[in-house]
């Protein structure tokens, strides 16, 4: 069984599309993430919501809205894309505060 | 503050040598140190972690060691095998907040 599972692995797009990156975790956590993993390897924290709600927003372009339907679900919805957008982006779910987090295998999101 | 300075950038180690990756940080709240390992098209996975409490952790192969007061802590493998071929995150995080930092990354890659 998939403990965090990302739909699509790969997304190719134009420039100005609009995607969504759904993610779902089936581990019983309440606090999930969504990671992003430029070209050379870094890795960023971009959102975590805790319980459905909204706990961290890093200075993202408010073109990325995340959205919790409930616990085991975080999606990541990006309008009007653009060349830089383009990157690997993890969702990880995890215990809460100094908790292991289990990622995602991913999304490589290819912006044309 | 909030910044994981995380040397060397890459690493080539042959079998059965010592992989040393090293880490520094800035902010004294920080209270839990994992230690994250990435396979090409996969997401990071917990390998180790250490909380401040402790100079030393080991698990098989691999060994945190934790320095609180230069703030420093690094990861040691040992009997590298090709198998750990990867690219290796530390991360910090504190107490009270879901924000991991992570460390810029190291390649490792071990010769057979």
């Known amino acids: 069984d998939t403990a965090v599972s990302q739909t699509p692995k790969y997304l190719v797009t134009q420039m100005g599309n609009d995607k969504s990156i759904k993610c779902e975790q089936n581990l019983g956590h309440d606090t999930m993430y969504w990671y992003k993993q430029d070209s050379k390897k870094f890795l960023k924290i971009m959102f975590s919501y805790n319980n459905k709600e909204l706990i961290i927003n890093e200075t993202v372009p408010n073109r990325f809205s995340p959205k919790s339907p409930d616990k085991a679900h975080l999606n990541l919805h990006i309008n009007s894309l653009e060349l830089g957008d383009s990157a690997v982006y993890f969702c990880?779910?995890?215990?809460?505060?100094?908790?292991?987090?289990?990622f995602g295998p991913g999304t490589r999101l290819t912006v044309l | 503050q909030q910044q994981v300075k995380q040397s060397p950038q890459s690493l080539i180690v042959q079998k059965g040598g010592i992989s040393i990756i090293n880490c520094a940080y800035e902010n004294t709240a920080f209270d839990y140190f994992p230690w994250y390992q990435q396979f090409p098209g996969k997401g990071p996975a917990l390998l180790i972690a250490?909380?401040?409490?402790?100079s030393e952790k080991k698990e098989g192969r691999f060994t945190i060691s934790f320095n609180k007061s230069a703030k420093q802590f690094s990861l040691h493998i040992m009997d590298s095998q090709p198998g750990d071929s990867a690219t290796y995150f530390c991360?910090?995080?504190?107490?009270?907040?879901?924000?991991?930092?992570f460390g810029t990354g190291t390649r490792l890659k071990v010769l057979a």
């Open positions: 990880a779910s995890g215990t809460g505060p100094g908790g292991e987090q289990f």
């Open positions: 250490i909380r401040p409490d402790v």
């Open positions: 991360a910090a995080f504190g107490s009270g907040t879901y924000k991991y930092i």
